[in-house]
């Protein structure tokens, strides 16, 4: 039950061991200077989920401020790391970690998390299995920017369909080969074709 938000990505690509990892990837000897550029193409969603809850939500709510950050980020941005500069930008972001809680980021995982953890109460009682297989669906959230947008959406497809299983004799079944479409298409398409036939295919209800 965690997520990877742009603090944790910045405290990534700024630890010293990753730069030893990429010399030693690369096979930069000790007297060879090495250049590291990242590139970077932040949604407008991310930039505000990184900013303090009223600022983030004016960011997303305020039209004009949404057109001022997107012309700012729309383009994306190049950061040399190797430099002091750049490699300034991604520690103090790192340092954002300090204000997570008041994140609107924060706010949205934690009510996500525990309607997540209310769906696999409720049907563990009657059904272990399916509540198992709820329980794996968490896997399909991960990643950010369009990973992490594609997979929430995989992710809420999923439990709202499972939420019409109830009683439903291959209700584990079910969930458990939508979540392994989910994670073998990306895009989406394997995991609708898989919801379309289901719609199609009469219910067996058990007593």
């Keep these: 039950m965690a997520f990877e938000d742009t603090f944790r990505v910045a405290d990534l690509k700024s630890r010293p061991e990753r730069m030893a990892r990429i010399r030693t ?22 930039v505000a989920d990184s900013l303090p809850g009223p600022w983030g939500r004016r960011v997303l709510e305020w039209p004009w401020l949404r057109v001022l950050v997107g012309r700012f980020v729309g383009h994306g941005r190049k950061v040399a790391t190797h430099t002091i500069l750049g490699y300034l930008q991604f520690w103090l972001l790192a340092r954002g970690r300090n204000w997570r809680r008041k994140t609107p980021r924060f706010a949205r995982e934690q009510a996500a998390i525990e309607a997540w953890l209310e769906q696999v109460r409720t049907v563990a009682p009657n059904n272990p299995a399916l509540a198992v297989e709820l329980a794996r669906c968490q896997a399909l959230v991960r990643g950010y920017g369009d990973t992490l947008a594609r997979g929430h959406g995989a992710y809420e497809r999923i439990l709202a369909h499972a939420s019409d299983l109830a009683g439903v004799a291959d209700a584990a079944a079910t969930v458990a080969r939508l979540r392994e479409a989910a994670l073998a298409d990306e895009q989406g398409t394997r995991l609708g074709e898989v919801l379309v036939t289901l719609e199609r295919k009469p219910r067996t209800v058990t007593a």
């Design 25 to 46: 990837e690369v096979g930069a000897t000790p007297d060879q200077l090495l250049h590291v550029t990242e590139y970077l193409h932040p949604r407008i969603e991310e």
